[in-house]
């Protein structure tokens, strides 16, 4: 079982920048890909980016040069580095984890609203 606790959501004028995290309950070096999620109204929610435990990683087109995700092992942590933020940027976002190989292995945060206005 992983817990996932999101954090860093918030109001953001458009061209700024926005760092999320999502702290996992155990190591996430046993975790085979955590990622970011996001949804807006009346939409799908969609994969924005993606980060295996050896350190693949794959970005939306949407969000490819614009976001970074990257992690940190010894806080169980993963961030999303938003930069040069779009009003479509718009969207709860939601941290997930996977676990191959095992029933029921996906897991999601409560999700964190994030917000690109003038």
């Known amino acids: 079982q992983v817990q996932l606790v999101e954090s860093g959501g918030g109001l953001v004028q458009p061209g700024g920048s926005l760092r999320l995290s999502c702290a996992a309950s155990?190591?996430?070096?046993?975790?085979?890909?955590m990622g970011w999620y996001r949804q807006a109204p009346g939409k799908q929610r969609e994969l924005v980016a993606s980060?295996?435990?050896?350190?693949?990683?794959f970005y939306a087109d949407s969000v490819k040069g614009q976001f970074t995700i990257s992690r940190d092992n010894a806080k169980n942590t993963i961030y999303l580095q938003m930069n040069s933020l779009k009003p479509e940027d718009t969207a709860v976002y939601y941290c997930?984890?996977?676990?191959?190989?095992?029933?029921?292995?996906?897991?999601w945060g409560q999700g964190t609203q994030v917000t690109v206005s003038s």
């Open positions: 997930n984890a996977r676990v191959l190989n095992i029933p029921r292995g996906t897991y």
């Open positions: 155990r190591n996430i070096f046993s975790i085979n890909v």
């Open positions: 980060l295996t435990s050896v350190g693949n990683t």
